[in-house]
């Protein structure tokens, strides 16, 4: 459940480089005439059967599709609508044999290549890492070349890993040299979406269930019997909530079009230790499938630099939110005390909150 892990992946690809990869398709997309001769996006791919595999032990791909065009990977999520679309112009997925779902990358394809000769078509990824190169046949057949063994992988892995695992985790040495047939975008699509099956009992992503102008409240108190089986938790109860104060703050500076962006939510604490609960209001961002929320000053019951801690968002099944406090960033101690620095103990960094009536999270 520690799903704060999932957005340093994210922020390294499509989320840090959204506006490179906005201008990439915005200037490529009508010159790559090989790959889309109408500009509508563009698919290509190939399932090998069992006599090829057979035939090429040494190859690991089952299935390989590229797909050239807008995302087909990002499902519905938290990050605003005004940057929707932004991202990479070129995406490669495979299935290795055995393997019961895809991994994927992306990527900006251009005929400047690092050589700069205008072929074959060039697909870079961040870091300066190449994604494959392109050529499309006589028979408009995609002739990919170049895919590296460590595409899936961060740079540096093999020593890292150690050849043994590197080896598990790579591609193959016959995983290249790909000849796929052009097939309809609805195929790749499809295929992107085995990726990340979408859960129904998800819902509606939390900026679209929370209105900008809405009061919410989510929370849980916590009885003697939870207590039993989380002797280390520490918490007694928490709410999760905006309210008029939080309305009135970005209805004043917030952009809508950018929602969640700027939104402020207040997060109280009462702890089995205290009496008196305490409460800290973080500012958010939509990142990935979640909220990124950094503590803020205003209203804050601590005096030191807090801006650091954060907290994360995310929707829960059948209507709950998921909180996450991954590094001690929950007002459960004094931000400001020593202790402060430590990390959070387990039973108190996930917490499972249900939607509540606006009263329950009044000051």
Sequence with gaps: MAFEHRLASVLSGAALLSLLGATAFADEAAKLTELSPNGQDACFGRIYDAKHLKAHPEQKVARIFFYYGHDPVSRPNEEPAANAGRSYNGFVTTTVRGAKAPEWAGGWCSHQSEDGASNPIHCGMECDRTLASLKVDDKGRLILSDLQPDIYLDAGSEEELGTTEYDRQALGSRDD?????????????????RIDPIDPAMGPPLRDRLKPDQTFCYGRDYD??????????LTQSIRVFRGPVELASFAAGGDLANWPDGADIAVSVTTRQKSGKVTQVYSCQGEADQWRCAASSKMSDFSCDITQKEIFLKRGANGMMMLANPNNSLAIVDFCSQAADGKTKSDDKIYRLEPMPQSACAP
Excluded: I, V
Excluded at 224 to 233: E, I, L, R, T, V
């Design 177 to 193: 040299n790909f000849r796929l047939d052009p097939m309809p975008a609805a195929t790749c699509k499809a295929e992107f979406a």
């Design 224 to 233: 003697a019997a939870h207590f039993g089986s989380h002797p280390d938790q």
